[in-house]
């Protein structure tokens, strides 16, 4: 890592190299397994070290790894942060850039008829399983209490029910 350019002292010098010697690899590591990004990781920790280069004269020695530690996790924390509204910014754009096909509504009645359609065609009892399980968000173990059946009953209708409609839409549900 190359310091910003200046007139520094050796003793400034020293203490910086011994830090980031010490401390360097821990970092990266931290931030590496913070985001998943080799690059990234390596783009945090030059910054946290720029970070501390610009408060070398107020930083205590024996808080220095608590306090390269916290603008790490600080800084993994702000890029994610900052990649939430990018990737908002970005869903909000391509929303707008999708036109309306005329017959997008024709469509979806059209899809809402045979969903509908392939819905009736199950059989009771597995379109009631197959309904909470899907719609309502109940889990296997939920159902199965509620209807007082057992987790593998409740698995063996959800596969019957998937099956029919697998049959009428043609492919996985």
């Given at each position: ?11 400034e010098i020293s203490w910086f190299r011994g830090i ?68 908002g910014f970005q869903a909000s754009k391509s929303n ?21 359609e392939a819905l009736a065609a199950i059989p009771d ?49």
């Open positions: 890592m190359t310091l910003p350019s200046g007139k520094y002292t050796p003793q980031f010697d010490s401390y360097y690899d821990g970092i990266r590591s931290f931030a590496y397994y913070k985001t998943g990004d080799v690059d990234l990781a390596d783009d945090i920790v030059q910054e946290v070290f720029l970070k501390l280069w610009d408060m070398r004269n107020e930083v205590k020695d024996e808080k220095v790894k608590s306090l390269l530690y916290t603008i790490a996790y600080n800084m993994v924390k702000n890029h994610f942060k900052h990649q939430k509204v990018v990737y707008e850039e999708l036109p309306e096909h005329a017959d997008s509504k024709i469509r979806m009645d059209e899809l809402n008829a045979q969903l509908q009892g597995q379109r009631e399983v197959f309904l909470m399980n899907r719609i309502e968000g109940l889990s296997y173990n939920e159902i199965a209490e509620r209807l007082n059946l057992s987790v593998k009953a409740i698995e063996k209708r959800i596969s019957a029910a998937l099956a029919v409609l697998r049959t009428k839409f043609g492919y996985k549900i």
